[in-house]
């Protein structure tokens, strides 16, 4: 594919973010590049989110890519909390005013939104490194990158980094007008993805004094199940029976109930963080996705936010394109901060109520049951963890 050399939204990083920008700019008429650098395989392989929530949904339907999303995705109305060897159900329809989420893997809607861009004649250039950007405060930004050995420039009207965590992008924003607020964990997780049939219709999200567990899952055939490690775990310190034990002993609960099992398929260590770079804008530049905010993935809420982030700038891009206003791109910033605030508050609150720091004290460990007997008996406190988990809408 030939990638030109000028355009005028110049896209950085081709995950679920850069894709689904690219896809709504086309859908508006206006040209756009992505500049991905690692390869098509790779991106469409990596494991990480399973949950969309309704909005999400809805974007992915109104450009058309939600096909495959509609037959395979599973509508979930609701999970299961465990802890002291109980379970309690969150009911969202019954909570929300009928709101309900989805499973449908990562991998799955960028698969989804590559071959439609590829159809659709959207340059994608994978291999294609970005090493800068550069005049961000200019009217012509330029993006600078590797591609075939040689090194290529793009010019455009506006950047943007959807280039995740460790992108480029950001590093083109000086720092005297950028904030970054930020918390590490004290653990992570041990993600694996296995050959047996779910256990439950539903996720399970379980306290136990042992560690957290979830237990997910991609399809009728495969679960997706985590579990807390200490950070600096090498996940080849786990066989597969140790990981299997330990998920049976995180999600015991009175009766029989027993996890199915099959062959581990992979295991990756994730640590786990929240970040906020303030602002999401710097001159022609923006940022998008997790190049912008990091949640822990107790919330179900990072692919979500990206999302959330790029339907708001495609329509805030389409204004300055057909009506030369730029009130939409002024406002980009702090639209998407409140609703990104909001996430990293219920991503926080989901991760200290669920994991066992390793430093707790007892009486920190009975706070965190009270909260959880509280979520159960009072169905204000169920209705806010359920609005939280199915998003608002976006906009
Ligand atoms: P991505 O997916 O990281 O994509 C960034 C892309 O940019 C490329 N890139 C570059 N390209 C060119 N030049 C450079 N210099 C570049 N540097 C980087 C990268 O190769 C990559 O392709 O960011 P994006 O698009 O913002 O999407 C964000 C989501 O991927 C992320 O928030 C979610 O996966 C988070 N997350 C979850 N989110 C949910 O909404 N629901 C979930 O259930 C959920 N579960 C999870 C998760 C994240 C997890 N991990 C990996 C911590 C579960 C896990 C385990
Ligand atoms: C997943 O299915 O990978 C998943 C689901 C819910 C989460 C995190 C990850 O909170």
New binding site residues.
Partial sequence: MRIPSSTRVGI???????LLLARLLRGAGIDCVV????DRTY?EQ???????EQATVDVLRSCGAAGRLDQEGMAHDGIELRWDRRTHRIDFPGLTGGRRVRVYA?TEVVKDLIALNLADGIPVAFG????AVEGADTERPVVR?GLDGGEQTLTCDYVVG???????TGRSVPESVRTTYERVYPYS?L?VLAEAPPSCDELIYAHSPRGFALHSMRSATVSRL?LQVPNGTDPADWSDERIWDELDARFAVEGDWKLRRGPITQKAV?PMRSSVTEPMRYGAVFL????AH??P?TG???????VADVTVLAAALTERYAHGSARLLDAYSDSCLRRVWRAEHFSYFMTSTLHTDPDQSDFETRLQISQLDRIATSPHASAELAENYVGPPIG
């Fill in positions: 950085v990083g081709g995950g679920p973010a850069g500049l991905e650098s690692r991106v990596r494991q990480r989110a399973g949950i969309l990562q294609a490194q970005v090493l990158y959807c280039d995740g965590f460790h992108g480029v997780w993600g985590y994730l998008a996705g997790d190049a990091i949640v993935p179900a809420k990072g692919l979500n936010l990206a």
